[in-house]
């Protein structure tokens, strides 16, 4: 090995007398391993995002589309009335969230029980769950937004609000009741069978031993459908509401500009992230769970 | 270490390769009106040395200097289709703007740009008469709304849908001297609270509602300003269904629509009044659509100001809107 004038030395005999293999001796300090990845790591985003940046920035349309998409003066002049019309979306999502919940897990159970006498309820939840899972939002919205006010029936409501929230939680609860179901499957036949034995009802046993597992499986799924839900609530902008998305497209058509559309997506943005990391998060942990064999 | 160099390496690469694709890419160049060696035909109509009173005074676009014969002559004006006239429209097209064929050609819905029936079917064939094509020389596309003042280049030579002069507009399309003065006006169900409203201030404390982007929008926000926030619809059918089903008091539209509306579109519809600009300010009108910088743009604008002083303007708005301009005027 060299010296550190770099010049060849006899390596003598080797450090811990005869007899031992020839292991290096630790030579001045350097740097870490860990902190030798992070160097490396942030060197190569700034490489990478600034070729990325640059090529983007002599691109030659990039003062049209810097005007078009990413104007100063109308994003913070449009940015209140779009944060202040995101509200009706957090209402709709916030109040649909817990119906669907709830109706999705009944629609879930009914699919699943068992017996002959049974089966006109499993065809009706079935076919509930076929054909709302088949429609488009918009279809939906516009017939129950449009078409129930217009029978003119007595005690109906007829705020076009009540027919997004009513809409959503069809369309989603189709989909979670689905969600659910793969959950119910998942937990062993052996523990609704033990279950039975011990003397519980189907229900009890459902309630207390089934459900409480195959809920906790599906929670990642659940809140991936939610993150949905926040998006699928622009579908209350066709029959007249403004929100977030009909208050960029009027600020839109007013300056032809679109950076109004960035703003909105920055606040679905800035809502979505957090979620998605909560739902990583609880990942991990039930992975570390079941793989620790916690009790 | 290795297992971060490889990738950065590649995506390096990558976009490096990307890079090069990019800036090779040029711009495409925006059409030039070249002037082929045509004989010139008839010269458009000359215009008269001072506008018409009927003008808008304060608020009018500069009108584009006079364009010589030769730049407007049909051989030589940089159409969309060399010696043809493309124009737009929406679909469906309205009544009374343009009114159905018994069958429409597809794919025309409700109104059929291409029998020149209707208000500004007439008004298209007469323009694309004067800048020398024949009617069978016109072609029509369908072009949504929204889309028609939008910057970006257009598929059309000449768009013609109730598109109102508007500042934000004229500064990415090139909008054309008016070719009617246009007033908006509400229409509610006949046994709605609304329709004894005489003044806007009797109407503050209703619902409204109209289609996103229009100046009808506009008129609810700025001239109207109800207590209650508009409601805004993707069309004015939408609107109509809304008003049908009790969930908006009244629907801002233009006058002939509003017309059009309450007799064919809703049962038991009326017109509660029409908004009149006030004298000193420059009322709203409809203007042709072109492309920004289109180098139709003057000889559009030159064949509408001869239309308007020889009359031919006004007989074809008497032809086909004279009685849809009688409605209550609302105090303000």
């Known amino acids: 090995m060299a010296g550190p004038t770099g010049s060849a030395i006899d390596p003598g005999p080797p450090a811990g007398g005869p007899g031992r293999s020839s292991i290096p001796i630790a030579g001045p300090p350097r740097l870490g391993s860990a902190a030798r990845s992070t160097l490396i790591a942030v060197a190569s985003t700034v490489v990478v995002f600034g070729v990325i940046g640059w090529i983007v920035v002599n691109a030659p349309g990039w003062p049209a589309v810097q005007k078009s998409f990413l104007n100063g003066p109308v994003f913070w002049s449009s940015l209140p009335s779009i944060i202040r019309a995101f509200w009706v979306n957090v209402q709709l999502f916030l109040i649909a969230e817990v119906l669907i919940l709830g109706f999705g897990l009944v629609i879930a159970v009914l699919r699943s029980l068992p017996g002959p006498a049974f089966v006109p309820i499993r065809f009706l939840s079935t076919a509930y769950v076929d054909i709302f899972r088949a429609l488009p939002g918009v279809l939906v919205i516009y017939i129950l937004g449009f078409g129930i006010p217009g029978l003119g029936l007595p005690g109906v409501p007829n705020q076009p609000f009540f027919y997004a929230v009513l809409a959503l939680t069809l369309i989603y609860s189709a989909y979670v009741s689905e969600v659910y179901r793969a959950g119910i499957d998942s937990v062993h036949p052996s523990q609704d069978a033990a279950a039975r034995s011990l003397g519980l009802s189907r229900f009890q046993s459902l309630r207390h031993v089934v459900l409480p597992q195959a809920v906790r499986r599906v929670v990642p799924p659940l809140l991936n459908d939610f993150i949905g839900l926040q998006k699928d609530t622009v579908l209350v902008s066709y029959i007249g509401v403004v929100e977030i998305f009909r208050q960029s497209q009027i600020k839109q058509a007013a300056t032809f500009n679109f950076t109004p559309y960035i703003a909105t997506a920055l606040v679905f943005i800035v809502i979505t992230i957090p979620l998605a990391r909560l739902t990583d998060w609880l990942v991990a942990r039930d992975r570390k769970r079941q793989l620790s064999g916690a009790r | 270490m290795r297992t971060l160099f490889r990738p950065a390496a590649i995506a390096l690469a990558t976009l490096l390769v990307a890079a090069a694709c990019t800036s090779a890419a040029s711009p495409t160049p925006a059409p030039s009106a070249a002037p082929s060696v045509a004989p010139v035909t008839a010269a458009p109509v000359t215009a008269a040395p001072s506008l018409a009173a009927s003008e808008a005074p304060s608020a009018a676009p500069s009108v584009a200097p006079s364009p010589t014969p030769e730049a407007c002559a049909p051989g030589s004006l940089a159409t969309v289709t060399p010696g043809r006239l493309t124009i737009g429209t929406d679909n469906p097209a309205y ?123 506009d008129t609810i926000v700025n001239v109207i300003a109800p207590t ?105």
Do not use: H
Request: net charge negative; with cysteine.
């Open chain 2, 95 to 217: 009544p009374p703007y343009f009114e159905p064929s018994d069958p429409n050609p597809a794919p025309w819905e409700l109104g059929d740009p291409t029998n020149a029936n209707g208000f500004e079917s007439a008004v298209a064939y007469a323009v694309a008469m004067k800048l020398g094509f024949t009617p069978d020389q016109v072609d029509w596309v369908y072009v949504p709304f929204t889309n028609s003042y939008a910057p970006g280049p257009k598929t059309f030579d000449f768009d013609i849908n109730q598109v109102s002069w508007k500042p934000e507009r004229a500064e990415v399309v090139d909008l054309s001297r008016s070719y009617y003065f246009v007033n908006q006006s509400v229409v509610t169900k006949a046994d709605s609270p609304l329709a004894a409203a005489k003044t806007v201030a009797d109407m503050k404390k209703f619902k409204f509602g109209a289609q996103v982007g229009t100046t009808s929008y």
């Open chain 2, 228 to 332: 209650q926030e508009p409601a805004v619809y993707d069309t004015n059918d939408a609107a109509i269904e809304a008003l049908k089903a009790g969930q908006i008091d009244g629907i801002v539209v233009d006058l002939p629509t509003a017309f059009y509306m309450t007799a064919a579109q809703l049962d038991n519809g009326v017109i509660v009044g029409q908004f009149i600009s006030p004298a000193d300010k420059a009322g709203e009108y409809f203007s042709l659509v072109l492309a920004k910088d289109s180098p139709l743009t003057p000889c559009v604008d030159q064949v509408l100001l001869g239309m308007r002083s020889d009359g031919s303007l006004d007989t074809i708005t008497k032809v086909w809107l004279s009685e849809k301009v009688n409605a209550p005027v609302i105090a303000p």
